[in-house]
């Protein structure tokens, strides 16, 4: 039974030190990524250079503004 606590501590303590190092500082400059529309195409940020701002809202399923 330690034996499998110790693994699964050690295999969470890797996942949130891997992401705690790729983490974006505020005033860093934002990756270059890809999304699917809500129609169906493909957005990259790349594609909004040189545009004024680009605003990204994340929402629930169940309470997606309609």
Excluded: C
């Excluded at 699964?8 to 999304?35: Q, Y």
């Amino acid at each position: 039974m330690a034996k499998i606590r110790f693994a699964l501590i050690a295999f969470v303590a890797a996942f949130a030190l891997a992401s705690a190092a790729h983490a974006i500082e505020v005033g860093d400059k934002a990756p270059d990524f890809e999304l699917t529309s809500t129609q169906g195409g493909k957005l990259k940020l790349s594609s909004f250079q040189g545009k004024k701002n680009v605003l990204i809202e994340f929402y629930v399923l169940d309470f997606t503004p309609t």
